[in-house]
């Protein structure tokens, strides 16, 4: 009789309620289905440069490690401690930038449902939407809108037919020339410094190329450059010296690059060797905070 | 026969504007003909009257030099030397190169003229119908010295470089990597640019240059590297192949003509070039300021 009352008892029924709640929220937050939505249903049809970092791979740590490490130096006493132990949590799978129009998208899988709410209570200065594990952030919400609206394939649905395999690398990035934005994009720069630097741009279709990690120090990849009319001789001159121009703006940095120049039907490709990133990421990224401050 | 005794006794009397140039130097160019070279003539003459008028122009417009030096130093400081020129120079027009209150000190055979007031340069002498004009006043006292058989033409490398450019030009470069002196200098545009020129420029031991000015529209010539050491020629190569590169996409875009062609003999790598239809090229340059484009 006695055990019967207390197991009516209304304090006993809040308890058994915030928990069953608590264990929802849980499961809700960490364990429940998310819907994936593809990567490349997110960049938004006018961009025409895509590049992609996968934090979540294995190669990837030794960057991320030497990154953390950097940032929560930078952050003073409990902000710091603060930052450290959440840093795991916070730290996006994949960051995938677009350009012309600027977006960001991050992916957090089910981290998303937590962190959405915390990227509204800091007052984010960018217009932001979930999409699935991803979020959207980019300068004017009509462009989230625009996104979300979209149906059928588009340029870069397309483009993730051709390319998806890229998603196994640890960074990628795509350029589409296909209606000559790279082309128009080339030459304002040319223009701008008096300088030809890839005369070629218009036999060119599309830019493909990713990087692999081995270590926080070294990586390999690979930029393929494919004609449109399958004419490489020009273009090869053209890759050559480009390969030479990003070896030597690398240097300052301390990055060091070796590659070689190849040509195969339709396309020419640079296979190259890179070390000292995961430093000159730090060393870049640390300078930009610590003068933003 | 009065007029090689003439001719001797100028060659006994003045000096080169080389041999003021002290062995120390990171770099120098030497114009040589150009009061008398058609191609020469035109450019330095081009520059010389390009507004705005500053006092270095003007003097240059005055005098007509055939011969010009000019020299910087590690620590980025210039020496001009301007000799066998038409005109004397006038005092006026000295003194407004340095601008400023003037002062005068005897060092050896020289009556340096220096100032305390900012500007490009600060001191200058007249010497064995030489004009140098400095940064600053020691690097006069340095040429001074440099006559007395410390100047860069009295370097090993100057001479192999000469031995190695074979073609005659109207002007000649020449850039001293010893103590790696040049790859420092490098290294601060390097900073400030924040781009590599020279990826092998710890492996040079030296480099040398001559340009022919065929006349207002054509150049011809020619780039050396002297590698310090065998094994590192493809690396040297690699720069050659660059630069030639960036000589021909810089002038594709200003509408220039350019052919340019390497080559490796054993230490030494050779980046050949002719450029046509340069006049308006040149213009801009003068427009922006040749020292703006070599100066850290």
Request: proline share 4%; hydrophobic share 45%; charged share 25%.
């Amino acid at each position: 009789m006695r055990s019967s009352f207390r197991f009516r008892s209304p304090k006993f029924w809040i308890i058994v309620g915030l928990g069953v709640l608590f264990l929802a929220l849980a499961v809700w937050l960490f364990v429940w289905p998310i819907e994936h939505v593809p990567l490349w249903r997110l960049v938004p049809s006018e961009a025409f440069f895509m590049a992609s970092f996968d934090l979540s791979s294995q190669g990837m740590s030794g960057i991320i490690g030497k990154l953390e490490e950097a940032i929560v130096g930078l952050v003073p006493s409990w902000k710091g401690f603060f930052l450290k132990v959440s840093f795991p949590f916070l730290l996006p799978n994949r960051i995938t930038m677009s350009h012309r129009p600027n977006a960001i998208i991050v992916e957090m899988g089910r981290r998303i449902r937590a962190v959405k709410p915390l990227i509204g209570l800091s007052g984010f200065p960018l217009a932001y939407r979930a999409f699935g594990g991803s979020i959207l952030l980019a300068r004017s919400s009509s462009l989230l809108e625009e996104v979300a609206g979209s149906r059928g394939p588009s340029r870069w649905t397309r483009m993730g037919g051709s390319f998806g395999r890229l998603e196994g690398r640890d960074c990628f990035f795509v350029v589409d020339n296909g209606d000559g934005a790279l082309s128009e994009f080339v030459r304002s720069m040319e223009e701008r410094y008096e300088f030809a630097a890839f005369p070629s741009v218009d036999a060119v279709s599309v830019v493909a190329g990713y990087v692999d990690f081995e270590g926080e120090d070294f990586g390999r990849g690979r930029i393929s450059f494919f004609c449109k009319d399958g004419n490489s001789d020009r273009l090869r001159s053209d890759v050559r010296f480009i390969y030479g121009a990003i070896r030597r703006k690398l240097r300052p940095y301390g990055v060091g690059l070796k590659g070689r120049v190849e040509t195969e039907p339709g396309a020419v490709s640079l296979d190259f060797k890179v070390e000292g990133v995961a430093d000159a990421v730090v060393r870049v990224l640390s300078s930009r905070i610590s003068s933003g401050r | 026969m009065s007029i090689i005794l003439f001719a001797l006794m100028l060659s006994v009397g003045n000096a080169g504007t080389l041999d003021f140039v002290s062995d120390r130097c990171m770099a120098v160019v030497t114009a040589r003909g150009a009061a008398r070279d058609v191609g020469l003539s035109w450019l330095v003459d081009s520059w010389a009257h390009t507004p705005p008028e500053v006092p270095i122009r003007k003097l240059v417009a005055d005098i007509e030099p055939d011969e010009v030096s000019l020299a910087i130093f590690p620590s980025g400081k210039m020496l001009v030397v301007l000799g066998a020129w038409k005109g004397k120079p006038k005092t006026r027009d000295l003194e407004a190169l340095i601008p400023g209150a003037l002062g005068v000190v005897r060092y050896k055979e020289m009556e340096i003229t220096f100032s305390t007031g900012e500007g490009a340069f600060s001191a200058y002498s007249l010497c064995r119908g030489n004009l140098l004009i400095g940064t600053d006043r020691k690097l006069i006292e340095e040429a001074a010295d440099a006559r007395e058989g410390r100047s860069v033409e009295h370097l090993r490398s100057y001479s192999e470089m000469e031995g190695n450019l074979v073609q005659e030009g109207d002007i000649i470069f020449f850039a001293d990597n010893r103590n790696q002196k040049f790859a420092e200098f490098l290294r601060a545009l390097e900073d400030k640019w924040k781009m590599s020129l020279l990826l092998s420029a710890d492996r040079l031991e030296w480099v040398g240059a001559c340009v022919d000015v065929v006349d207002q529209d054509r150049v011809k010539g020619r780039v050396v590297f002297k590698s310090s050491d065998g094994r590192y020629i493809e690396d040297v190569r690699d720069d050659a192949d660059f630069l030639g590169e960036t000589f021909k996409r810089k002038f594709i875009a200003e509408g220039v003509v350019y052919s340019g062609h390497v080559d490796v003999k054993g230490e030494v790598v050779v980046l050949r070039f002719e450029a046509e239809r340069l006049e308006p090229l040149w213009r801009k340059l003068f427009e922006r300021g040749v020292l703006s484009l070599i100066r850290p």
